[in-house]
């Protein structure tokens, strides 16, 4: 079941067996139909670098699998997309901004799951039609004191990996990161 992002902004929980997470435009991945066709898009780094170009793919790419709790959260020109309080006193680390040029809406989920349709597993967020700016932040979740239960799992109303904030590009924002790895590797 793809779990469409409420307005009241509750994370979600999705996962990767590709060592991905991906943002993507599912009208630009309509031609994805089955695993040659991903393959023919998506197998190769260059093929990725391409479709961050052309804004249709962000990478929340941290290099390894497994289940991860993402928050999307889209603004507009007069009431930008931000963090919270309490993210930006557990955030790790932000992207520089990536293009992602929208018709409508927005998945989110392994790379392995891009494609025209929205898959179970997925988050399906709105997104008004046009360019935006995305920073993919990632947040220290286990930092806050009360996060975890006493196994280390996330409790409820714990923040998420990642928050991914949408807001429309600003005029004249021409440059926009375009690497496959999300964040700038330490010293450089």
Same mark, same amino acid.
């Given at each position: 079941m793809t779990a469409q992002q409420p307005f009241d902004e509750a994370p979600v929980?999705?996962?990767?067996?590709?060592?991905m997470l991906v943002l993507w435009d599912p009208k630009r991945f309509e031609a994805?139909?089955?695993?040659?066709?991903?393959?023919?898009?998506?197998l190769d780094d260059e093929d990725i670098v391409?479709?961050?170009?052309? @804004? /249709?793919?962000?990478? %929340?790419?941290?290099?390894?699998? @497994? /289940?991860?709790?993402? %928050?999307?959260r889209s603004g507009t020109a007069a009431a930008p997309a931000r963090l919270?309080?309490?993210?930006?006193?557990h955030q790790l680390v932000a992207s520089q901004p990536?293009?992602?040029?929208?018709r409508g809406r927005a998945l989110v989920g392994g790379i392995e799951d891009v494609s025209g349709d929205a898959p179970d597993g997925v988050i399906e967020h709105p997104v008004p039609e046009g360019r935006h700016a995305v920073v993919v932040h990632l947040i220290d979740w286990q930092a806050e004191v009360g996060s975890q239960d006493k196994d280390g799992r996330p409790v409820p109303g714990a923040l998420p990996d990642f928050v991914v904030l949408i807001n429309p590009a600003q005029?004249?924002?021409?440059?926009?990161?375009?690497?496959?790895?999300?964040f700038e590797a330490p010293n450089g």
């Open positions: 929980t999705v996962a990767t067996d590709a060592g994805v139909v089955d695993y040659d066709t991903w393959e023919d898009e998506l391409r479709h961050i170009q052309a @804004g /249709a793919l962000v990478p %929340l790419n941290v290099g390894g699998d @497994g /289940a991860f709790s993402v %928050l999307v919270t309080e309490r993210e930006t006193a990536y293009l992602f040029v929208s005029s004249g924002q021409g440059v926009f990161r375009t690497a496959v790895h999300t």
